[in-house]
């Protein structure tokens, strides 16, 4: 418990340091943070590992795609758009894999 507690706390450090780089959008940054870390609380398959693997991955894509969803849908406040794309991405993603791994391709011709 100890060992989440810090990693917690040094992933929080480390996404408000980097909002002091030059070039970075701090919002939105702290948005993908917050949506990755609704993600990696809410994951229940994966160990820790494997949900802070996604959790990262979700934050980057969080923050790169924010600019995106602002820009396609009534959302035009480019750190809620980060929030809400890291924290819904990869748990999209992850179905469609397993729906794609299930799917047999003699379902698709009996339609």
């Given amino acids: 418990m100890a060992t989440e507690a810090t990693?917690?706390?040094v992933a929080s450090a480390t996404a408000l340091?980097?909002?002091?780089l030059p070039g970075v959008d701090g919002g939105t940054l702290i948005g993908a943070f917050s949506g990755a870390a609704v993600f990696v609380l809410s994951a229940k398959d994966g160990g820790r590992v494997n949900r802070l693997t996604y959790g990262f991955i979700s934050c980057v894509l969080g923050y790169l795609g924010a600019e995106e969803v602002a820009r396609l849908t009534p959302i035009t406040n480019p750190a809620i758009g980060a929030?809400?794309?890291?924290?819904?991405?990869?748990?999209?993603?992850?179905?469609?894999?397993?729906r794609i791994k299930a799917l047999q391709l003699s379902d698709l011709w009996r339609r």
């Avoid at 340091?17 to 002091?20: D, L, N, V």
């Avoid at 929030?83 to 397993?98: K, P, R």
């Fill in 17 to 20: 340091m980097a909002t002091m």
């Fill in 7 to 9: 990693g917690a706390a």
């Fill in 83 to 98: 929030f809400l794309l890291s924290a819904i991405l990869v748990t999209g993603t992850l179905t469609a894999i397993e």
